[in-house]
């Protein structure tokens, strides 16, 4: 079956723009997460959804925010984009995320801000 | 969360066991010990979870001391495409799908 489907694999933009990106899970999954990878930080949770509610979130300034539709694919937005949001931005998509329903990533969004 | 310290680099030889550790010493009764490794450039995958009893698939070996503070992923025969950052993560039950990855240890596997 396909994998989690992450789009766009690259993207450029200038710092006080907004952006958006997309992540469709695995069919059939319903929870999706969000996290950023950095050189520095490392990978760092952003936010999880689950059957269209978040029900984690991460230590994030709330220009970072998310959404799920019905259909589990989810999106997440960041709003006046600064040079250090430029990142690996990963989703990952289980069946419901507890225990057993392992997580499956994808291959991230390379946001560049500059 | 619990706290996860591995070391942050190690090298196997190609065909040799590779036994990455991990300390958590201030695990809780109810963590589960969860490892994932990510390839250059790619995203994070699932190898092997446990609670307090070792584990086996077909990718690892978990060993998980009687204490839980630490365990061991063991791949039993590393191959060069086997170099990766492995992470060990410890998580509760009840969390979703929230994992907190640490630095994770840089295996390189050497022909």
């Known amino acids: 079956k396909a994998g989690v489907t992450q789009t766009p694999r690259y993207l450029i933009k200038t710092r006080g723009q907004q952006v958006t990106l997309s992540c469709s899970p695995i069919s059939g999954h319903r929870s999706v997460s969000w996290y950023q990878q950095t050189p520095g930080q490392g990978l760092q949770f952003l936010f999880e959804y689950f059957s269209e509610t978040q029900r984690n979130k991460g230590n994030f300034p709330g220009r970072f925010s998310g959404r799920q539709f019905s259909n589990s694919r989810s999106e997440m937005n960041v709003s006046t984009l600064e040079l250090g949001d430029s990142a690996l931005y990963l989703c990952?998509?289980?069946?419901?995320?507890?225990?057993?329903?392992?997580?499956?990533f994808g291959q991230g969004t390379r946001l560049t801000v500059v | 969360d619990a706290k996860t310290t591995q070391p942050p680099s190690m090298d196997c030889a190609e065909g040799r066991a590779a036994n990455l550790p991990c300390n958590h010493s201030t695990i809780s009764g109810n963590e589960y010990v969860y490892w994932y490794r990510q390839i250059h450039s790619q995203g994070p995958q699932y190898i092997i979870h446990g609670l307090k009893n070792n584990e086996t698939n077909e990718m690892a070996s978990l060993i998980i001391t009687e204490d839980r503070k630490s365990s061991t992923l063991i791949l039993p025969h590393a191959t060069l495409r086997d170099t990766a950052v492995y992470y060990c993560?410890?998580?509760?039950?009840?969390?979703?799908?929230?994992?907190?990855f640490g630095q994770g240890t840089e295996l390189s596997v050497k022909p």
């Open positions: 993560i410890v998580r509760v039950y009840n969390q979703g799908g929230k994992l907190i």
């Open positions: 990952a998509s289980s069946f419901n995320g507890a225990i057993g329903t392992e997580a499956f």
